[in-house]
């Protein structure tokens, strides 16, 4: 006679499967990413054709010397200046 532990497990109930899941964070940031890669380049999201406004900027870098006339926008482009050269 087998021991209690050493029987063939037999659930009637099997426990349910996980469905992987996309976490909200990440479904935020691949959703703006969405809409800065249509601004960038019209057509780049099909979904978002004609809805979105073309930008012609530096997307990872916004400010530049055109912006120095904003609050502290040049105390920001000097120092990032210093720590990249």
Do not use: C, W
């Amino acid at each position: 006679m087998p021991h209690r532990s050493e029987a063939p497990a037999h659930n009637a109930y099997p426990a349910p499967r996980l469905h992987p899941e996309t976490p909200r964070p990440l479904r935020a940031v691949l959703g703006l990413m969405g809409f800065v890669s249509e601004a960038k380049v019209p057509g780049a999201v099909p979904a978002l054709v004609g809805l979105i406004k073309p930008y012609s900027g530096e997307v990872m870098a916004p400010f530049s010397q055109l912006d120095a006339n904003l609050p502290l926008v040049t105390n920001m482009l000097k120092t990032g200046a210093e720590l990249f050269q």
